[in-house]
């Protein structure tokens, strides 16, 4: 079993900052794609972030220049920082896990998701 936990989200004003962080623990061999949703009330899950294990990124059109996703040198760990935030960037932000286990098997996990919401 693969446990994804996020953390970091909470309320601020447009144009602030935050940063968010997933956390991947349990059957692990290795993690390949990690992936960030938002989920805003009333519209479908989106991804807002993708990074691959070769680093290789692509974000929303409406968040490029804003946000960055990033890994932590054990891999165990990715970042979302979002920077300007804006008021229809508000939803509830999942993480995806995409990984080996230990018997090479891939596994696909998401977190509970951390809340977001940007004011005016």
């Known amino acids: 079993q693969v446990n994804v936990v996020e953390s970091g989200g909470g309320l601020v004003q447009a144009g602030e900052s935050l940063r968010l962080s997933c956390a991947a623990s349990g059957n692990i061999f290795r993690i390949n794609d990690v992936g960030w949703y938002r989920q805003a009330p009333g519209k479908q899950r989106e991804l807002v972030a993708r990074?691959?294990?070769?680093?290789?990124?692509n974000y929303l059109d409406s968040v490029k220049g804003r946000f960055t996703i990033a890994r932590d040198s054990a891999e165990t760990t990715a970042y979302l920082q979002m920077n300007s935030l804006q008021p229809e960037d508000t939803g509830l932000y999942y993480c995806?896990?995409?990984?080996?286990?230990?018997?090479?098997?891939?596994?696909?996990?998401w977190g509970q998701g951390t809340q977001v919401t940007v004011s005016s």
């Open positions: 990074i691959t294990r070769s680093g290789n990124t």
């Open positions: 995806n896990v995409v990984a080996l286990d230990r018997i090479l098997r891939s596994v696909a996990a």
